[in-house]
């Protein structure tokens, strides 16, 4: 049984509800935590690319990727769980890890499924819950991993605004 129905959850992946990528967060973090989604990454076999500015490079370790001087530029690494959907992970600070998910790309019961497959994966990995907001709304979780249910569950009603 999927840990959430389309029916139920259809207004959270809304893009003109939403925002288009929502903000999705593991709070609590640490630069081993980073190190550890690193390795989840590229233990799982999923597509990927890390880059700098706009140059694909190597994937360093977490430590090099945090450690990086303030002006810098930005770096990011997109990651393909499935075909057709991207994740991007935005390594800014080491207290928190931060990505984006694409509502576009995630419709329908088997959006659904594949966006609490990628939270449960990486909320199991970490072992910490993992939430997503609406974007720029870091403050009001909508839905997320919990790791006490071993499953993503809601965490705001999805019939109000």
């Not at 393909?80 to 935005?90: A, G, K, M, N, S």
């Amino acid at each position: 049984m999927p840990d959430l129905l389309w029916s139920e959850v259809e207004n959270f992946f809304d893009p003109d509800r939403m925002g288009a990528l929502p903000d999705v967060c593991v709070s609590g973090t640490s630069v081993e935590d980073w190190q550890a989604v690193f390795d989840l990454v590229r233990s799982k076999g999923w597509a990927w690319e890390y880059l700098e500015g706009d140059v694909e490079q190597r994937l360093p370790s977490a430590v090099e990727v945090l450690s990086r001087p303030a002006d810098s530029e930005m770096v990011r690494l997109r990651v393909w769980p499935v075909p057709d959907v991207l994740v991007i992970f935005w390594p800014i600070s080491t207290t928190e890890i931060d990505f984006d998910v694409d509502l576009r790309q995630l419709q329908g019961q088997a959006g659904v499924d594949t966006l609490c497959d990628f939270l449960c994966t990486v909320g199991r990995w970490l072992g910490k819950p993992v939430s997503m907001s609406a974007e720029g709304d870091y403050g009001y979780p909508v839905l997320g991993f919990d790791p006490a249910a071993d499953r993503v569950v809601l965490l705001a009603d999805p019939e109000l605004d």
